[in-house]
């Protein structure tokens, strides 16, 4: 089992629509997690942490964790084209090691 | 401008020519790390170092050398590169060190897309 899973994608979704994507992680004692995006051609950026069971809202982000479930969700309300990218999960584990999902294509269209 | 500067950002080589990947990071990070990043295979960490003189080893470091000994910059070098380490490759820093809970927040630099013939 991969420590940090993602469904690659693509996730289509029209314009104005919510986008959910979502991680699996298998390290129970995992503390913090993060989204970062990543377009075509340019480096990851974080947009998401996340540390305490619940959500947490940024503008049109919003990431869920269920630590319980080992699992956590970023959803983008009102998505945009300019959302379109490639969302990677990024797991610290117990182990004191960032662990990166291989991410998720979304595609929102006009 | 905080950011993370790699060079160069495109390189093609041969077999066996050595080469070295710089970064160097304007934000007195304390924590440096090097990843590769290949389709399907996600960022995987290469090396990392959590201050000046100290390095260790990530998940794939066969193969690849590093150096710190300033605390801006941290190069990577290929001692005898081969068409396996043919990847996109990113330097990243981090204020927080690896075992507190903000760890985790990288910033990245632009990435090198390196071709081994």
């Known amino acids: 089992q991969k420590e940090v899973e993602q469904n690659s994608g693509p996730l289509s979704v029209p314009e104005g629509a919510i986008a959910s994507l979502n991680c699996t992680y298998s390290d129970r004692v995992s503390q913090s997690f993060f989204w970062y995006r990543q377009y075509s051609g340019k480096s990851p950026e974080l947009i998401m942490s996340?540390?305490?069971?619940g959500d947490k809202e940024d503008g049109r982000f919003t990431a869920q964790l269920n630590k319980a479930s080992q699992y956590v969700s970023l959803l983008i309300r009102d998505s945009q084209p300019s959302d379109s990218a490639t969302y990677l999960c990024a797991v610290n584990t117990g182990f004191q090691k960032l662990v990166f999902g291989t991410g998720t294509r979304l595609l929102v269209s006009p | 401008e905080a950011q993370v500067t790699q060079n160069p950002r495109y390189l093609i080589t041969v077999t066996g020519k050595k080469l070295t990947v710089t970064c160097s990071q304007n934000m007195n990070h304390e924590y440096m790390s090097w990843y590769r990043q290949d389709p399907g295979l996600g960022l995987r960490q290469i090396y990392y170092s959590m201050n000046v003189e100290v390095t260790d080893k990530g998940d794939v470091p066969e193969g690849y050398k590093v150096s710190r000994k300033e605390k801006r910059n941290f190069p990577l070098i290929l001692e005898s590169p081969s068409p396996n380490q043919t990847s996109l490759y990113f330097c990243?820093?981090?204020?927080?060190?690896?075992?507190?809970?903000?760890?985790?927040?990288?910033?990245f630099g632009e990435g090198s897309r390196l071709t081994v013939l």
């Open positions: 996340i540390y305490s069971n």
């Open positions: 990243a820093s981090s204020l927080s060190p690896t075992s507190g809970i903000r760890a985790g927040e990288l910033f």
